[in-house]
């Protein structure tokens, strides 16, 4: 694979895309959101991999839409359902975990793109807005989905309404983001959560992420049945029979994702 | 439009109900809930209107049915489905923004009414309470949906079960309430917020305040396709083409709501 | 009903349920997990019940599985239909409230046991963790459900992928618990407020527990149904006329739960 607006650093089980346009913070262009999608849908299908992290290059994490770009299509709407719209499905699709590494700003479709990792690290300084309403347009990207997911309605219209600024500390306090981290420890910190991640069992996590998605709009009964389900698959794997072996032998589990 | 229950004052863009029932803490009649309804469906409908406030008069905001009214119809279903359902139902189909400016308590159907509004800012001293448990009723007007969209399963089951009282303070702290102001600066900060409003893009916050509801019980794809739907509406806007212009020119946009 | 692995304790309308295998801090055997569920389906249909209390005996609320317990079937996804799925059910669906003392730990299955509860309370000390991740499986017994219904799917990726301990005074921040107790105070809280929810209106709680599940998947409109079918029922009940009287008469209404 050949990218030309990310970087992708393999390292072991860890993937981690960079997003790499520093001179426009990182916004997003068809060619970089496609860019994304790519590395999501071969992260899929790759053994190897086990975790996916998402970050940016330079100071911002990603500043949404590229406005300068130009518009490929007059309907908005189909240059999402082109760009945007296969990339997060290809994101939240994606049976392994993606860690959001926010180094800085998450603007727009690039506070969607934050909101569509599953577990969230931020900078302190790093901060979050739906400044879509800036240029007079509705939230896209998922925002929408994930905003009435961690946050409820009430602040998910106070956000979207207003753009506010969230810095990294409410956006904790609010749910979204899981640990802010000081500029100083902050790579060090980066780099030991992604390995952190690597070695737990991440088929386990990928299903209970499918889970978790399931039961956004389904009654008890049917999430019940899609445990079930996802336990069938877990209970057979072997990072099953070592967790339980090494929790008989009181020693640390080593777990291989399969 | 003429009223019996509440004023109706109408400043520039902005329209203010003032429930009007002070000396019963602007309990609900079937004429109140009927000219809500009225109010929400005219501003629903006209291009001239691109904010609606709800506010009570005197020291309330509203403390629910109006117990020495009678009940027409001694199926409480019934009742619901002729009064307060209609106009939930118009208040939250309202494709425009709706700002709950609450001012004293709001009890009971008041609580609900509170919780139909979008965005909501609270006076120091007000407060929320789901008190149909005191009379031995179940929670009504929409109660049910607005707590498990904003507070989740265990805090509405809290509220509902115990009528507890929340501060203006706790419902900005578990995230209905976006704003709590002092006694003193009240009615200027209320003022302000509506004008604010009523400079944003409104076409779009309708677009928005729309497909957040969508997304409580849809999945991913779907909202995506929502918002893609929604988009293409927003991006043939003027609002739109003054957001980008204004942007590119680094000045203030100056939103029409079209 | 004579039991193995529980005590049931009965004072006046409220059943109090002691899991009661200390020696394995409360660990769920699929015995236990079947008197469980039999002790909420005769809550169900018994008038004198109106409210359950869940507690665990010793130090522990529950452990989660007992994993030397040995399964009874390779596939985990058929061990939970026949065992914690039934249990889950018949407590979410039993129509008078569940009150979680959470006396110490509630860990994997326990955990999902506790947030089954409607309401918590939690000793000091106690804490939560979805360790299933621990021995490579993924979330059952409903935690995902309940975790994405109480603090949305951020925060629910969170407890579930790193399986970290949650403090009762974190639980009460984030929302599914209600009150923190000290050790001091334990017992005689958790009496006095099994006793409080004795003398509500036990019937229109259990029509709030019924309709706010609903609400999880459903639009605005059949949510304000749900409530109107409900308030169909309790506005016919022995209690409403009681709390309408009792209100007008300006006394502390005297609720029978009918």
Redesign the interface.
């Known amino acids: 694979m050949e990218f030309n607006y990310l970087k992708l650093h393999r390292s072991g089980s860890i993937w981690t895309i960079e997003l790499n346009r520093p001179e426009v913070f990182n916004a997003l262009n068809p060619g970089l959101s496609h860019e994304i999608r790519e590395v999501a849908e071969a992260a899929q299908i790759s053994d190897l991999v086990r975790v996916l992290v998402i970050t940016g290059s330079g100071k911002a994490f990603c500043s949404g839409a590229d406005?300068k770009a130009g518009v490929t299509d007059?309907?908005?709407?189909?240059?999402?359902?082109a760009t945007?719209?296969p990339m997060?499905?290809a994101l939240?699709g994606l049976n392994k975990?993606v860690i959001g590494a926010i180094n800085g700003v998450a603007a727009g479709a690039g506070c969607s793109l934050a909101?569509a990792c599953?577990?969230?690290i931020a900078k302190e300084g790093a901060y979050f807005s739906e400044l879509?309403?800036?240029?007079?347009?509705?939230?896209?990207?998922?925002s929408?989905?994930?905003?009435?997911?961690?946050?409820?309605?009430?602040?998910?219209?106070?956000l979207?309404?207003t753009g506010n600024r969230v810095s990294a500390v409410e956006a904790k306090e609010?749910?979204?983001?899981?640990e802010v981290i000081s500029e100083d420890t902050w790579q060090g910190r980066v780099d030991a959560l992604a390995k952190e991640?690597s070695e737990?069992?991440t088929?386990?996590?990928g299903?209970?992420?499918q889970?978790?998605?399931?039961?956004?709009?389904?009654?008890?009964?049917n999430?019940?049945?899609?445990?079930?389900?996802?336990?069938?698959i877990?209970?057979?794997?072997a990072?099953?029979?070592?967790?339980?072996m090494s929790?008989?032998q009181k020693r640390a589990?080593k777990?291989t994702g399969k």
């Open positions: 406005l007059p309907d908005l709407g189909n240059v999402l359902r945007y719209n997060i499905l939240r975990p909101l599953d577990y969230l879509f309403i800036q240029i007079g347009l509705a939230m896209d990207a998922g929408t989905a994930f905003l009435m997911q961690s946050v409820g309605y009430h602040k998910a219209f106070e979207a309404s609010i749910g979204f983001v899981a991640f737990r069992p088929l386990a996590i299903l209970m992420k889970a978790l998605q399931k039961a956004q709009n389904q009654d008890l009964a999430v019940l049945e899609s445990e079930a389900k996802g336990q069938s877990a209970g057979r794997s990072d099953f029979s070592e967790g339980v929790f008989m589990p777990f």
